[in-house]
């Protein structure tokens, strides 16, 4: 198995642009995670959705950030207009939960997205 | 509510000596406890986890952690270190029965192994 793919695995962009994160979970993940990573803040999860309905999404800073996930093998965490403060690693994870988004669940984390907004 | 501590942000040790690194939690419900181990530029992965079964638990590349709810801790070891075992560590704290928005992530442990 691929794992769980992301790209771009780098982004380098300038403030007020849209940037558009994309994850491949693996195949038969019915759960689907969008992770931020800092410095100051350690990781954070943002959204996560279960059979590709989002379940929480209590974890996104504000309106500037959306996710979706269209297909049980595609999802983006996209960012309009983005901003310095945005600046993270980005990770998406997945997991095959038989009760769900379960908390003791393993997920399987790619390799991230290091975004820069200048 | 629930809490993890890791309590170093950075352990050095030689390689072929035994590794320590150490977690505290708090939690006001039954917990489960994870170690992920995050390689520089890559995602994180699972060591092991404890989810009320055995308090020893063996996870992958000879680590284990034990489950001490006496002292509150989960601290995670190996007998020998190896190179590459140098990243960083995560200790994760959840409910037993909650949902994923429980996890609650450590500040992280930088292992160093020096040759």
């Known amino acids: 198995d691929a794992g769980v793919i992301q790209s771009p695995r780098h982004e380098v962009t300038e403030m007020g642009q849209e940037v558009t994160l994309r994850c491949k979970p693996i195949?038969?993940?019915?759960?689907l995670f969008w992770y931020r990573q800092t410095m100051m803040r350690g990781l954070e999860l943002l959204i996560y959705?279960?059979?590709?309905?989002?379940?929480?999404d209590s974890g996104m800073p504000e309106d500037r950030f959306s996710a979706k996930m269209p297909n049980a093998s595609f999802s983006t965490l996209k960012i309009q207009p983005s901003e310095p403060r945005d600046s993270a690693v980005y990770f998406c994870?997945?997991?095959?939960?038989?009760?769900?988004?379960?908390?003791?669940?393993?997920?399987?984390f790619g390799p991230g997205t290091r975004l820069t907004v200048l | 509510a629930q809490s993890v501590t890791q309590l170093d942000s950075h352990v050095s040790v030689s390689e072929g000596t035994p590794v320590l690194l150490r977690c505290n939690y708090s939690s006001s419900y039954s917990p489960s406890l994870f170690w992920y181990v995050q390689h520089p530029n890559k995602g994180l992965q699972l060591l092991l986890k404890y989810t009320s079964a055995a308090t020893l638990v063996k996870g992958i590349n000879g680590f284990e952690a034990e489950f001490k709810k006496s002292e509150t801790s989960f601290h995670l070891t190996k007998p020998s270190a190896h190179m590459s075992d140098a990243a960083e560590y995560f200790c994760?704290?959840?409910?037993?029965?909650?949902?994923?928005?429980?996890?609650?992530f450590g500040s992280g442990t930088q292992l160093t192994v020096l040759p």
């Open positions: 195949s038969g993940h019915n759960s």
């Open positions: 994760v704290v959840t409910r037993a029965s909650g949902s994923a928005r429980q996890l609650t």
């Open positions: 994870a997945s997991s095959l939960g038989d009760r769900g988004t379960g908390s003791t669940d393993t997920q399987y």
């Open positions: 959705f279960n059979n590709n309905v989002p379940i929480d």
